[in-house]
C-alpha cells in the first residue's frame, strides 16, 4: 500500500494527527478544518525528502509557541520485498546490489520510518541519511494533482511520467540512439552534411548541449514515436474542450500509466489528488472512481473531497470487493 501511516505535529493549524493510510483514503469535512494542510504537509515532507525546498509558512502564525514541526512516515515496504524476491527467484539479479540495500533498510520489519523535524528560522532535520531517502522516493514516488491549479489544455507534465515508464537502461539508449544515427546519415535523406555542420559550429564556439536524462530521452522516444507531443480529445485540442472533460481524461490517463508503472517497475506510486470531482459530472465521478478502486491495490491513493457522490461510490465499490 505504499505509506503506511502518517503523523503530523504542529504544521500549520495541525495540532498532532495520525493517519493509518488505506490502499484508498478519503478525507472529508467542513472548509477549513484542516484536509488541505494534511495534503500539504505531506507534499512538503516529500519536496525536502532529497531536495532543500524549506518554507516558513508552514508554523502555526497564531501560536507564537509553535517554533517545530513534526512529520513521520511509515513506509510499507513487503510488496516491494516480494518483488524483489520474486525476482531473485527467476534470475533477475541485474539489480543485486540495489535490492540488497532495500533489505538492509527493512531490517525484517517490512517497514522503513522516516521522521523529519524543522525549527522555526532553523533547518530541517532527519532520522536517516540522504541515501536512505532517495531510495524511498524512488520506490513510493509522489504525484500531488491540485485539480483547481490543473493546467487543463496542456498536459506537459504527463510525459515526464510516461517518460519514467518508458525509461531504459544506458546500454539500451546508446544503441538506440546509434541506431538512430545511423538511420538519418544515410544520404537518401541528406541529413548527414547538416548536422556535421551543426557539430562543427558547436566545437568552434565551444559550445555542448546537455544531453537528455533517461526519463528526458524516454518522454522524447515516446514522443517521436507517436508522432507529437501535444494530446488531442477527440481529435480537437484540448483548449476546444470543456475543463472536466479535460480533468477526466487527466486523472484517467495518469492512473492508467502509474499503474503500468507499478506493475512493471520496483515502484509503488502514492498519488494525492485534492476534489478531483471539480467540473465533473456524476457519470464522469462515477468512472473515475471506479477507475481508481480498480488500480488502488498498486497505487496508494489519498483524495480530499465535498463530493457525497464519490464518498458513496467508494463505500459502494469496496462493499462489493468484500462480497466477492
Known amino acids: 500500500m505504499g505509506i503506511k501511516r502518517i503523523r503530523i505535529r504542529k504544521f500549520k493549524s495541525i495540532e498532532d494527527i495520525t493517519l493509518d493510510v488505506q490502499d484508498l483514503q478519503i478525507l472529508i469535512g467542513e472548509n477549513s478544518v484542516g484536509k488541505s494542510n494534511i495534503l500539504d504537509a505531506i507534499c512538503y515532507f516529500y519536496d525536502n525528502l532529497c531536495f532543500r525546498k524549506m518554507r516558513m509558512d508552514i508554523f502555526n502564525n497564531n501560536n507564537p509557541f509553535s517554533n517545530r514541526i513534526d512529520i513521520e512516515v511509515v513506509f510499507d515496504l513487503s510488496k516491494i520485498l516480494m518483488k524483489i524476491n520474486r525476482n531473485i527467484k527467476i534470475g533477475k539479479t541485474k539489480y543485486e546490489n540495489y535490492y540488497k540495500k532495500i533489505n538492509g533498510m527493512s531490517a525484517g ?13 532553523g533547518k530541517i532535520y532527519w532520522n536517516t541519511d540522504y541515501y536512505d531517502r532517495k531510495v524511498i522516493s524512488g520506490l513510493f514516488p509522489l504525484y500531488f494533482v491540485d485539480t483547481r491549479k490543473l493546467n487543463t489544455t496542456s498536459w506537459n507534465e504527463l510525459w515526464n511520467t510516461i517518460g519514467d515508464l518508458i525509461k531504459i537502461d544506458d546500454v539500451k539508449r546508446e544503441i538506440i540512439h546509434g541506431n538512430f544515427r ?11 552534411n547538416k548536422y556535421d555542420w551543426i557539430e562543427s559550429s558547436l566545437d568552434n564556439l565551444d559550445l555542448k548541449v546537455k544531453q537528455f536524462t533517461s526519463k528526458e530521452y524516454a518522454a522524447l522516444m515516446s514522443q517521436e514515436l507517436f508522432s507529437g507531443k501535444e494530446f488531442l480529445s477527440f481529435g480537437k485540442k484540448l483548449d476546444v474542450q470543456s475543463n472536466g472533460i479535460n480533468t477526466f481524461n487527466y486523472l484517467c490517463l495518469l492512473i492508467k500509466v502509474l499503474d503500468n508503472i507499478s506493475v512493471v517497475k520496483l515502484k509503488e506510486p502514492v498519488v494525492i489528488i485534492d476534489e478531483p470531482e471539480i467540473s465533473l459530472h456524476n457519470q464522469l465521478i462515477d468512472i473515475l472512481v471506479k477507475n481508481i478502486t480498480n488500480t488502488s491495490e498498486n497505487i496508494a491513493f489519498l483524495i480530499s473531497t465535498h463530493s457525497t457522490r464519490m464518498v458513496k461510490d467508494v463505500l459502494k465499490l469496496n462493499e462489493s470487493s468484500r462480497r466477492i
Open 109 to 121: 520489519k517490512n517497514e522503513f520510518v522516516i521522521k523529519m523535524h524543522q525549527i522555526k528560522d
Open 182 to 192: 545511423k538511420e538519418i546519415e544515410k544520404e537518401e535523406y541528406g541529413l548527414k
